[in-house]
T-cell receptor
Framework: KQEVTQIPAALSVPEGENLVLNCSFTDSAIYNLQWFRQDPGKGLTSLLLIQSSQREQTSGRLNASLDKSSGRSTLYIAASQPGDSATYLCAVTSGSRLTFGEGTQLTVNP | EAEVAQSPRYKITEKSQAVAFWCDPISGHATLYWYRQILGQGPELLVQFQDESVVDDSQLPKDRFSAERLKGVDSTLKIQPAELGDSAMYLC??????????????FGPGTRLTVL
């Protein structure tokens, strides 16, 4: 059974800082990995999707990397802003199922 | 931009009552998913439809939960009777194809259920 772990569970940083969120998964037989953002009480917004054959994806200030063989992914956020405050969820697709981690709650302080 | 619609947004009910949630996926999306998200945890798949057929309901508590997507478009998730432990956010998502190599799931705003 696929298990996804995210570290840290919570992170508080000052505005402008670069930061890294970590995700690990137990079964490397995945189709893809996605990073989502969730604001309090809201649904999920897909940020980046990395195919299993890719090493990284970039969107604006976000960069996600994937090392399938070691079962790890990182989400790098450059020059963080207060508007980045949210919970970030990592999810992997294996078979036809999306398995989520428990998320990292990010707070960016002005 | 097309979005997944869910209603109601919030629902408060008493234990042993019946509740129902509705989801309208993005037009043309063949696959529809229902997830349950307990506070502080990641979403967990309850049921997955491909058109009107159930693809995966292995984690759906079938003694009290039911889901249908009769015409392969919108879907209803029902809980009867509700229990205290059912308090959670219920998320609906849709994707163009079955989850796989090149597909993204688009999520609705969710229904927050509180069982008293």
């Amino acid at each position: 059974k696929q298990e996804v772990t995210q570290i840290p569970a919570a992170l508080s940083v000052p505005e402008g800082e670069n930061l890294v969120l970590n995700c690990s998964f137990t079964d490397s037989a995945i189709y893809n990995l996605q990073w989502f953002r969730q604001d309090p009480g809201k649904g999920l917004t897909s940020l980046l999707l990395i195919q299993s054959s890719q090493r990284e994806q970039t969107s604006g200030r976000l960069n996600a990397s994937l090392d399938k063989s070691s079962g790890r992914s990182t989400l790098y956020i450059a020059a963080s802003q207060p508007g980045d405050s949210a919970t970030y969820l990592c999810a992997v697709t294996s078979g036809s199922r999306l398995t989520f981690g428990e998320g990292t709650q990010l707070t960016v302080n002005p | 931009e097309a979005e997944v619609a869910q209603s109601p947004r919030y629902k408060i009910t008493e234990k042993s009552q019946a509740v129902a949630f509705w989801c309208d996926p993005i037009s043309g999306h063949a696959t529809l998913y229902w997830y349950r998200q307990i506070l502080g945890q990641g979403p967990e798949l309850l049921v997955q439809f491909q058109d009107e057929s159930v693809v995966d309901d292995s984690q759906l508590p079938k003694d009290r939960f039911s889901a249908e997507r009769l015409k392969g478009v919108d879907s209803t998730l029902k809980i009867q009777p509700a229990e205290l432990g059912d308090s959670a956010m219920y998320l609906c998502a849709s994707s163009l194809y079955l989850a796989g190599a090149a597909d993204t799931q688009y999520f609705g705003p969710g229904t927050r259920l509180t069982v008293l």
